[in-house]
Antibody, heavy 120, light 112 residues
Framework: QVQLQESGPGLVKPSQTLSLTCTVSGASISGGSYYWSWIRHPAGKGPEWIGRIHTTGSTDYNPSLKSRVTISIDTSKNRFSLKLTSVTAADTAEYYC????????????WGQGTLVTVSS | DIVMTQPPLSLAVTPGEPASISCRSSQSLLYSNGYNYLEWHLQKPGQSPQLLIYLGSNRASGVPDRFSGSGSGTDFTLKISRVEAEDVGVYYCMQPLQAPYTFGQGTKLEIK
């Protein structure tokens, strides 16, 4: 059974870069055709999809965040990463990594989530 | 972006009774292959979300058969035939038809 685990700093200062990693276990990140996504959930609001990277390395980003987001994949370490630049308090949220299967699911497996707070 | 709307925001149900949660999309989620790209996810208290229903009406692995999804185009419904205490949480609809994926605001299910 595939499992995803987010890791990274829980506190980031305003204007700095938020960096998170999602480590995949139970399956090879490059085995098969999958989308690997980042989703965040601010308190009191609905979830927001940040973007995704395909097993081939192609990416899609939410236009609302596109200028600040980079998602990359490291097949040798079976993980993928998120970088969000120039953060503000509005970027405070629970961040989830997730997996989806093209033409079948947007998200079929979620990570446990990690809370990131942007504060000085 | 496709806007997802989920009324009501909360629902209180007696155990053993049925429950119904609605979701509406601002654009049709019916793809040319005949499938509706609409998912239901449940976030139980203290847990990360989990997939319940995909392609509008397909139960994910391990999901009890008391959960069913229906609808087509822009109007969808998640039904629980007999609510159990373990079903409490926030139910989100999500469309993966078109990037960016978008979610409804969620419907919180509580037990009376």
């Amino acid at each position: 059974q595939v499992q995803l685990q987010e890791s990274g700093p829980g506190l980031v200062k305003p204007s700095q870069t938020l960096s998170l990693t999602c480590t995949v276990s139970g399956a090879s990140i490059s085995g098969g055709s999958y989308y690997w996504s980042w989703i965040r959930h601010p308190a009191g609001k609905g979830p927001e999809w940040i973007g995704r990277i395909h097993t081939t390395g192609s990416t899609d980003y939410n236009p609302s965040l596109k200028s600040r987001v980079t998602i990359s994949i490291d097949t040798s370490k079976n993980r993928f990463s998120l970088k969000l630049t120039s953060v503000t308090a509005a970027d405070t949220a629970e961040y989830y990594c997730a997996r989806g299967t093209p033409m079948l699911t947007g998200v079929d497996h979620w990570g446990q989530g990690t809370l990131v707070t942007v504060s000085s | 972006d496709i806007v997802m709307t989920q009324p009501p925001l909360s629902l209180a149900v007696t155990p053993g009774e049925p429950a119904s949660i609605s979701c509406r999309s601002s654009q049709s989620l019916l793809y040319s292959n005949g499938y509706n790209y609409l998912e239901w996810h449940l976030q139980k208290p203290g847990q990360s979300p989990q997939l319940l229903i995909y392609l509008g009406s397909n139960r994910a692995s391990g999901v009890p058969d008391r959960f069913s999804g229906s609808g087509s185009g822009t109007d969808f419904t998640l039904k629980i035939s007999r609510v159990e205490a373990e079903d409490v949480g926030v139910y989100y609809c999500m469309q993966p038809l078109q990037a960016p994926y978008t979610f409804g605001q969620g419907t919180k299910l509580e037990i009376k």
